[in-house]
Nanobody
């Protein structure tokens, strides 16, 4: 059984930084695409960043240059380093895995395992 557990969210002032973590268990997560998503109240869930099994990364335009996705295979953990945070980054952040996909798909419907989310609030 796959389990993804996010942590690291919190409240921060604009311009600050946070690092989110996603601990994975139940499978060799590094074999597949993993991603970070976020959902603000009243808005649809959107992709933030993704990383392929080979380490290739992609980012939403709104976070390019500010956020970095990376993983530690030894710890089976995915990270999202968020710098220069803005109030519009406020949302619930989720990590997810696209099982069976070594290269990241361009639609979140293919992400079939999700964590419970961690709240990020920027004021």
């Amino acid at each position: 059984h796959v389990q993804l557990v996010e942590s690291g969210g919190g409240s921060v002032q604009a311009g600050g930084s946070l690092r989110l973590s996603c601990a994975a268990s139940g499978y060799t997560y590094s074999s597949y695409c993993m991603g970070w998503f976020r959902q603000a109240p009243g808005k649809e869930r959107e992709g933030v960043a993704a990383i392929d099994s080979d380490g290739s990364t992609s980012y939403a335009d709104s976070v390019k240059g500010r956020f970095t996705i990376y993983k530690d295979n030894a710890k089976n953990t995915l990270y999202l380093q968020m710098n220069s945070l803005k109030p519009e980054d406020t949302a619930m952040y989720y990590c997810a895995v696209a099982g069976g996909w070594t290269s990241c798909p361009n639609n979140l419907v293919y992400f079939n395992e999700w964590g419970q989310g961690t709240q990020v609030t920027v004021s």
